[in-house]
């Protein structure tokens, strides 16, 4: 299991599950990528954030685990610990 570390700001870790190729991968921040296939990800809550227009502001879409709720999440796929 690869294990991404970006900043740890808080105990919340957020387990992902590729829905590619099955590789799990842990962060303090959303992927962007799977660590396996190197599938992109969306960000959660894409379709209720504002769609951005270029890839700096695509980038800032991404939150970390602090400001992501458990009901924002898919269930079986992702998960905070």
């Known amino acids: 299991m690869k294990v991404t570390e970006v900043s740890k700001k808080s105990g919340k870790v957020l387990i992902k599950k590729c829905h590619v190729c099955g590789h799990v991968a842990e962060s303090f921040s959303e992927l962007k990528k799977c660590g396996g296939c190197k599938k992109s990800f969306l960000p959660t809550n894409y379709f209720g954030k504002v769609h ?17 709720h458990e009901d924002d999440l898919i269930r079986g796929i992702s998960v905070l610990w």
């Open 52 to 68: 951005a227009k270029n890839t700096q502001e695509f980038s800032e879409l991404f939150s970390t685990s602090d400001e992501i």
